[in-house]
């Protein structure tokens, strides 16, 4: 007799070209952040990068190896990617570069002052920012890249881990992302990318939760009683 074992999902070649993207963008940015501020001498950015790469080898891994479904999904391409979607991207992926770029060229040329404190406190900030998407993936295994309705993989609405708290939590350790980094790199002027990226994310959640509303049995619901979307709180 055969037993009949529910096998777990295993990393997919899409799911191993995700994470080799991933990895490679990460290698490019840091790359450019450094030649960008002409020394390796930043103590700043070194801390920055070390806390990225630990927190992608330790909760990274541990989000591939839980839900490795979801990175699969994260490395396919689709056709029915919302079109306004598109243009987020087109303006959004520029700023991943030029945010780290910009205040490369700031520590080069000594553009700003940042009190030491607020680089701290950033540096506070930039821990959950980090997290929360991992945390988001964990949660939910339909997390992909892009905004589209997935009705081949039975799409549902899911409340638990950090969507208890907001609806689009990815987005708002995204947001904090992009507010601390260029403080805890001890940049004003990154904050110019990085406020571009911040707007573009929230017109993204606006755009994307009216999406869920209209096409996704169960959000409205969940719309009620989870009621903020990217801040609790606030909005």
Do not use: C
């Not at 995700?18 to 700043?44: E, N, Q």
């Not at 990085?194 to 049995?217: C, F, H, M, W, Y």
């Amino acid at each position: 007799m055969t037993d009949l074992v529910a096998q777990k999902p295993q990393l997919e070649d899409a799911g191993k070209r995700r994470i080799a993207t991933v990895i490679l963008t990460f290698a490019i940015i840091y790359s450019l952040m450094f030649w960008a501020a002409g020394s390796l001498k930043w103590a700043a950015a070194w801390v920055f990068v070390i806390i990225s790469v630990l927190n992608t080898l330790t909760i990274g891994i541990y989000v591939a190896w839980r839900n490795p479904e979801l990175i699969n999904e994260r490395g396919r391409k689709s056709d029915k990617t919302k079109s306004w979607d598109k243009i987020f991207s087109a303006v959004f992926a520029p700023m991943i570069f030029l945010t780290p770029i910009t205040a490369g060229f700031d520590f080069r040329f000594s553009w700003s002052d940042m009190p030491m404190i607020i680089t701290i406190l950033a540096y506070i900030g930039v821990m959950p920012g980090l997290i929360l998407p991992y945390w988001a993936m964990l949660a939910n295994k339909f997390l992909v890249t892009t905004v589209r309705l997935q009705e081949e993989r039975d799409q549902y609405v899911v409340q638990n881990g950090p969507y208890r708290f907001v609806r689009h939590p990815m987005y708002t350790g995204a947001v904090l992302t992009y507010l601390t980094m260029p403080l805890a790199l001890g940049s004003w002027w990154a904050l110019i990318p990085g406020g571009i990226a911040i707007v573009s994310i929230i017109v993204r959640t606006a755009l994307e939760d009216k999406t869920l509303q209209n096409e996704l049995p169960g959000y409205t619901e969940y719309a009620k009683n989870t009621r903020y979307r990217l801040i609790p709180g606030l909005w």
